[in-house]
C-alpha cells in the first residue's frame, strides 16, 4: 500500500505541476459549466417548465452543471495519455518498476484534482447568482470526495477508451459520442421521474447519475438524494474499481 | 549495480520470436550478450530491432522462445527485470513541460529510491551528463543533444545493469552525437553498465561497439566484431558495406509510413 501511495503521489506531482505552470485548460474549461449556469440555467429558470420540487431550477441544475463539468474535464483525459503515448512517455513509466495500478490510480487522482477546481468556480458562479448552497465544513468535504471519485470514474474510463482506440483522431469523434449522450441521459438538467421509462433504465445505469445525486443532497440547501448517499458512493466506487482493473491491463498495451 | 551474478551473460535469447498476425516481426532470435559489452543492434526499419528491445525491456510478450535479462525471466519476473534495466525510447520522453531536474526526481520516485538518496543520485547524474547547470530549467528548452543527456541520466539514475537504447542519437546534430557518445563510454567506464544500442548509423556501432548483430527481416544475419565483419568482406569494405551485404539491400526502400513520421517527429522535437 506504501508503494502503490508512493508511486502514485509522484504521477499526481507532476500533473499537479504542469497544471499550476500552464492553468489556461482550466480556465478554458471553466466557461462552458458558467455558460450553463448563466444563460441555460437561467432562462429555462424562467420557463418554469421542469417541475424539480422545492428547489428553484438554477439550485437543481448547479450539482448537474458541476457534474458535467467533472464529465467532460474527465473524458478527455484519454487524449493527453495518447498525446504522452506518441511522446515515448508512457514507455518511460512502463519500463520503471512502477506497478501499472499506481500509474493508472496517479491519473485518475489527479483527474480528481483538476474536478476539485472546476467545484471551487462552480460554487463561486453559483454563490454570485444566489443559488443557495451548503457551506457546511462536512458538506463541502464530501463534495469534494464525489468529485474526486466521479472525475477517477471518468478519466479511467477515458483512458480504457485511450488504450483501445490508440489515435487522436479516433479518441475525439468517441469522446464526443460519449459525453452528449451521458449528459442528456442522467439527471443532470431534468429528474429522473419526467423521463420516459426507457431514458430511466439508461439514466439508472449511468454513472453520472449517481455523482449528481449525491451532489444533489450535499451540495444545496434543501437539496435530497433520491437514492441515498450509500447506494451513490456504493455504485460509484464499484464502477472505478471495475474500470480501474479493466484500465490496469489495457495501459501496457498502449506501448506495444 | 544489479546483476546476477552467476551468470556471465547479461541478456540471453533463445528462439525469440514475435508475430502480430501473418507478419513474423522477430524469428527465432538468439543473442547472447556479456556483462560489461556494448551490443549494436542494426537493421533497415522494419527488420524488427525495436519489437526486440520491447520484449526485452518488458513492453512485448514473445508469441514463442525465452529470453533472460540480468539474469531474471522477462515472462515469469518482468519486474525483477525492470528493476535491473534501464531505457532511453527512440522517441522524446522527457517532459518538456518539467525541469530537468523535475524529470529526474519522477523517474527517482518510480524507481524506489530512498528519499535520503535521492538527492545526491539526481545530483550526479545531473553533472556526468553536464546538466547541473541547466537542472532547474523546463525540458522544452533543451537542445536536442541535452534532451538525449537528460534521458541517459534518467535511465542510469536508478544504477541499472543493463541500458537499452533504441536509435539515441536520431535527428542529433554531430555535436550532440559524440557529446552522447562520450556519456555512453564513460558509462561503460564508470559504472560496468551493459548497453544494447539500435541506429541506423555506422559510424556510431563501429566507435561504440564491442559487438554487434544485423537484423534482416525478423531474423540475425550476423554477429560479430565491426572490424572482424568488415574484414570479412575485403581489405576495403566500410560498415556501410557490411550493412548492405547482411541487411539485404533494402535499407531505401523499406519502413512503414508510421516509422517514418515517428522517426520525423523525434528529429523535429530534437532539432
Known amino acids: ?256 | 549495480m544489479n546483476t546476477a551474478a552467476s551468470d556471465k551473460f547479461a541478456i540471453r535469447t533463445s528462439a525469440l520470436t514475435r508475430r502480430f498476425g501473418n507478419l513474423t516481426a522477430t524469428d527465432g532470435i538468439e543473442l547472447r550478450i556479456p556483462y560489461g559489452e556494448i551490443f549494436g543492434l542494426l537493421g533497415a526499419n522494419g527488420a524488427g530491432k525495436s519489437t526486440l528491445i520491447k520484449m526485452l525491456t518488458t513492453l512485448l510478450s514473445p508469441t514463442s522462445g525465452s529470453a533472460e535479462v540480468g539474469g531474471f525471466d522477462i515472462i515469469k519476473s518482468p519486474g525483477e527485470v525492470r528493476r535491473r534495466i534501464g531505457y532511453v525510447s527512440q522517441l522524446v520522453s522527457a517532459d518538456g513541460a518539467l525541469t530537468g531536474y523535475e524529470n529526474l526526481r519522477l523517474s527517482a520516485k518510480l524507481y524506489g529510491l530512498p528519499a535520503t538518496e535521492r538527492g545526491e543520485r539526481i545530483a550526479s547524474a545531473l553533472e556526468f551528463m553536464g546538466l547541473a547547470d541547466t537542472a532547474h530549467r523546463l525540458v522544452k528548452t533543451y537542445s536536442g543533444g541535452m534532451i538525449r543527456r537528460l534521458e541517459l541520466a534518467q535511465a542510469m539514475l536508478h544504477r541499472p545493469a543493463i541500458l537499452f537504447l533504441d536509435e539515441p542519437t536520431i535527428g542529433l546534430d554531430p555535436v550532440a552525437r559524440r557529446m552522447v557518445w562520450d556519456r555512453l563510454l564513460n558509462l561503460r567506464r564508470d559504472y560496468g553498465m551493459t548497453v544494447l544500442i539500435t541506429t541506423h548509423d555506422m559510424e556510431e556501432a563501429e566507435t561504440l561497439s564491442d559487438e554487434l548483430a544485423i537484423l534482416h527481416a525478423g531474423r540475425i544475419s550476423v554477429v560479430g566484431k565491426p572490424a572482424e565483419l568488415r574484414a570479412g568482406l575485403g581489405a576495403e569494405a566500410t560498415m556501410d558495406d557490411v550493412f548492405i551485404h547482411y541487411a539485404g539491400g533494402l535499407i531505401h526502400e523499406s519502413g512503414t509510413f508510421s516509422e517514418v513520421a515517428r522517426n520525423r517527429r523525434t528529429a523535429q522535437r530534437l532539432g
Open chain 1, 1 to 256: 500500500m506504501k508503494r502503490l501511495i508512493r508511486e502514485s503521489a509522484a504521477i499526481v506531482e507532476v500533473e499537479l505541476i504542469k497544471l499550476v505552470r500552464d492553468p489556461t485548460e482550466i480556465i478554458s474549461r471553466a466557461v462552458q459549466p458558467v455558460l450553463w449556469l448563466v444563460v441555460f440555467g437561467q432562462v429555462l429558470a424562467q420557463v418554469r417548465g421542469i417541475h424539480t420540487g422545492q428547489l428553484s431550477y438554477l439550485a437543481f441544475i448547479t450539482p448537474g452543471i458541476l457534474a458535467q463539468s467533472v464529465l467532460f474535464s474527465a473524458i478527455f483525459y484519454g487524449i493527453a495519455v495518447i498525446w504522452e503515448r506518441d511522446l515515448g512517455v508512457v514507455h518511460k513509466l512502463l519500463v520503471s518498476p512502477a506497478r501499472r495500478i499506481s500509474l493508472v490510480f496517479g491519473k485518475a487522482v489527479a483527474a480528481g484534482f483538476r474536478g476539485i477546481l472546476q467545484a471551487v468556480v462552480i460554487y463561486l458562479v453559483a454563490l454570485a447568482m444566489h443559488v443557495s448552497l451548503r457551506l457546511e465544513p462536512l458538506a463541502i468535504f464530501a463534495v469534494l470526495a464525489s468529485v474526486m471519485l466521479g472525475s477517477g470514474i471518468f478519466a479511467t474510463f477515458s483512458l480504457i477508451i485511450a488504450c483501445i482506440v490508440k489515435t487522436r483522431e479516433r479518441f475525439m469523434g468517441i469522446g464526443q459520442l460519449l459525453t452528449m449522450p451521458m449528459f442528456f441521459a442522467s439527471n443532470a438538467i431534468y429528474p429522473l421521474d419526467i423521463m420516459p421509462g426507457w431514458l430511466r433504465v439508461v439514466a439508472q445505469i449511468n454513472p453520472l447519475t449517481y455523482l449528481i445525486d449525491a451532489l444533489r443532497g450535499l451540495m444545496i440547501s434543501g437539496g435530497e438524494s433520491v437514492h441515498g448517499y450509500a447506494v451513490d458512493f456504493s455504485v460509484m466506487l464499484a464502477v472505478f474499481v471495475v474500470l480501474l482493473f479493466i484500465a490496469v491491463r489495457l495501459y501496457p498495451t498502449l506501448a506495444e
